[in-house]
C-alpha cells in the first residue's frame, strides 16, 4: 500500500517567516494531493489540493508543489502569522482511499 | 449544508467493554471514511463504505468494524475494548467515487480505563 512521510514534524518560524513542508509518498497510482490544517481541539479542514497532472497550485499565501517523477509534494506557506498555528497534515490517495503523513506542528511566533 | 456531524463526542469505557460511534455525512455524500489519530501517529486510516459497502479496509484488528445505512450514516463498532484503543475517531465523507475532498466531522474521544 501507499506509505507517506512527512517532515520536520515540528517547525518554528518568526512571524512573517516563510514555513516549507514537505512529504513524500510510495504509490505512482496517487494521483490526488491534499493538505489539511487541524488548529488544536478542531477538526482538520482542507486548506490546498493537487492533482497530479499540475505542478503547482496557489491560494494567495498557501503554494503546493509536486514531483511526480521523484514522488514528493510540499507545502509552501509564505508570510506566516500568528493563526497560521496549528499541525499540518499531507495525504496521497490513488482513488478512494486517502494515506495521511504523520503531520507537522507550527508554531509562528510574533 | 450542514456539515459531518458524530456523536457522541465524548465517551469514557472500560477495558472489555464495546463502544459503538456513530457519524452523519454532508447531505449527498456517499462515502465516509473513519479514522483513528493518536498524538504522533497521524490520522490512521480505518476503513471506507460507499453505498452500503466496504471498499477498503486499513491494518486494524477484527474488534474494528463498521457499516453504512441507505442514508449514508455509518456506524463504527470497537469490541473488546483495550487501553490502546483511547483516541480521537474522525469520520471524514465526501461526494462520490473518489479521489475527493474529505469533509471531516468534529471527532469523538474516545477513553478507554
Known amino acids: 500500500g501507499e506509505n507517506v512521510e512527512q517532515h520536520p514534524s515540528t517547525l518554528s518560524v518568526q512571524e512573517g517567516d516563510s514555513a516549507v513542508i514537505k512529504c513524500t509518498y510510495s504509490?505512482?497510482?496517487?494521483?490526488?494531493f491534499p493538505w489539511y490544517k487541524q488548529e488544536l481541539g478542531k477538526r482538520p479542514q482542507l486548506i490546498i489540493d493537487i492533482r497530479s497532472n499540475v505542478g503547482e497550485k496557489k491560494d494567495q499565501r498557501i503554494a503546493v508543489t509536486l514531483n511526480k517523477t521523484a514522488k514528493h509534494f510540499s507545502l509552501h506557506i509564505t508570510e506566516t502569522q500568528p493563526e497560521d498555528s496549528a499541525v499540518y497534515f499531507c495525504a496521497a490517495s490513488p482513488g478512494n482511499q486517502f494515506y495521511f503523513g504523520t503531520g507537522t506542528s507550527l508554531t509562528v511566533i510574533p | 449544508k450542514a456539515g459531518v456531524t458524530q456523536t457522541p463526542r465524548y465517551l469514557i469505557k472500560t477495558r472489555g467493554q464495546q463502544v459503538t460511534l456513530s457519524c452523519s455525512p454532508i447531505?449527498?455524500?456517499?462515502?465516509v471514511s473513519w479514522y483513528q489519530q493518536t498524538p504522533g501517529q497521524g490520522l490512521q486510516f480505518l476503513f471506507e463504505y460507499f453505498s452500503e459497502t466496504q471498499r477498503n479496509k486499513g491494518n486494524f484488528p477484527g474488534r474494528f468494524s463498521g457499516r453504512q445505512f441507505s442514508n449514508s450514516r455509518s456506524e463504527m463498532n470497537v469490541s473488546t475494548l483495550e487501553l490502546g484503543d483511547s483516541a480521537l475517531y474522525l469520520c471524514?465523507?465526501?461526494?462520490?467515487?473518489?479521489?475527493?475532498?474529505?469533509?471531516f466531522g468534529p471527532g469523538t474521544r474516545l477513553t478507554v480505563l
Open positions: 447531505s449527498g455524500h456517499r462515502s
Open positions: 504509490d505512482s497510482a496517487s494521483n490526488y
Open positions: 471524514a465523507s465526501s461526494p462520490d467515487r473518489g479521489p475527493y475532498e474529505q469533509f
